[in-house]
């Protein structure tokens, strides 16, 4: 596959969206639960795509993607119906309608592993998108995007997503989601002093379980009994409250709290399924609070894989001593260094 002539190069369009952590009421940000409320964090790393933009003429193939972290190189053919290796993407790609007089070069990377249960599909998603929009006349706003991300998953791959992940990753920073009727969601930002949100960020960390997250037979059971039991599951009623308990500790400051709320939000949901908080997780759990961790939370729906957030004592050296003990618990186990993101998807071109 020849890459095109440099110098023809119209410009190079870059986007950077942030991922989530700490997703108080997930399971809520359903279309069986029809309403919910949600506590998120956006956080760094984030997921990072970058479009060379070239005139038609310049390479044979109109759009050839780079997935990074996979080592493929490939060419996207919008036009031919279904999605071959990557078909988040090439969906995404088919959903925003290149314009017929260009020629791309997709690249897309992230830092965070893939399957790590925070929310990286959306963010590539809400990244890829916010990208291609520079393409066309007029600009989506971040919800606007969030909407079509999700729409990519739901509608054209016919996927299970609440909406939570979508609107963390196109607003960044911390969230309190109100979802008024799936999928309709006012989304309010927590603004709190550069102290609260640097002892916020200094408390928290970040544990990948060394396994890949994906849909289950759990979840799918999960799912069903939800749907059987309608939005008014008293089983949702804690993962409702979680959020605004989130939500009034960090106004407060009060981290005590707050990782009260994430420990209530963990134990919800091993009441949707006791396989939703996993071995691994529970192992975790088990060296965090002998180390004086105050707050966890298995990040999104929970299960095999994935990731769980931490929320430390008032100590660094503790923190890092309590780093050390999980990763020396399991070769599997490991620390991902997070940062809270001020800023939510952007977006510039040179």
């Not at 190069?9 to 989530?20: F, G, T």
């Not at 999605?83 to 309608?97: C, F, G, K, Q």
């Amino acid at each position: 596959m020849n890459a095109p002539d440099p110098g023809t190069r119209l410009r190079v369009i870059n986007s950077v969206a942030p991922i989530r952590i700490c997703d108080n009421g997930g399971w809520t940000d359903t279309w069986f639960a029809v309403h919910g409320k949600v506590f998120n964090i956006g956080v760094y790393p984030y997921v990072e795509v970058q479009i060379e933009v070239f005139p038609r003429q310049a390479q044979e193939d109109r759009i050839v993607l780079h997935a990074e972290n996979y080592g493929e190189r490939y060419a996207v053919r919008p036009e031919i119906p279904g999605w071959d290796r990557h078909p988040l993407l090439e969906a995404a790609i088919e959903y925003m309608h290149i314009p017929e007089e260009v020629a791309l070069q997709i690249s897309i990377y992230s830092e965070a592993p893939a399957g790590c249960s925070t929310g990286t599909s959306a963010a590539v998603s809400v990244a890829l998108i916010g990208a291609l929009d520079s393409l066309t006349p007029g600009r989506l706003t971040p919800h606007e995007v969030a909407d079509a991300a999700h729409k990519v998953e739901t509608d054209l791959l016919k996927l299970q997503s609440g909406i939570q992940d979508q609107l963390c990753s196109a607003y960044g920073g911390i969230n309190f989601i109100d979802m008024v009727a799936y999928p309709h969601a006012a989304v309010s930002q927590i603004h709190v002093s550069n102290a609260i949100w640097w002892e916020l960020e200094r408390r928290l960390v970040l544990i990948y379980l060394g396994k890949s997250h994906s849909s289950s037979a759990v979840h799918e059971k999960v799912i069903a009994e939800l749907e059987d039991a309608g939005p008014d599951c008293t089983k949702l009623v804690p993962l409702r409250k979680t959020p605004e308990m989130a939500r009034d500790a960090v106004y407060a400051g009060d981290f005590e709290a707050l990782g009260r709320s994430m420990i209530v939000n963990t134990e919800a949901q091993g009441e949707l399924n006791a396989a939703l908080i996993s071995q691994d997780a529970g192992q975790v759990i088990d060296v965090a609070r002998e180390n004086g961790a105050i707050g966890w939370k298995v990040n999104g729906a929970g299960g095999e894989g994935g990731s769980i957030t931490l929320l430390c004592g008032d100590t660094s050296s503790q923190k890092r001593a309590l780093i050390r003990q999980i990763e020396e618990a399991n070769p599997l186990f490991r620390n991902i260094p997070i940062y809270l993101s001020r800023f939510g998807l952007r977006i510039w071109a040179v």
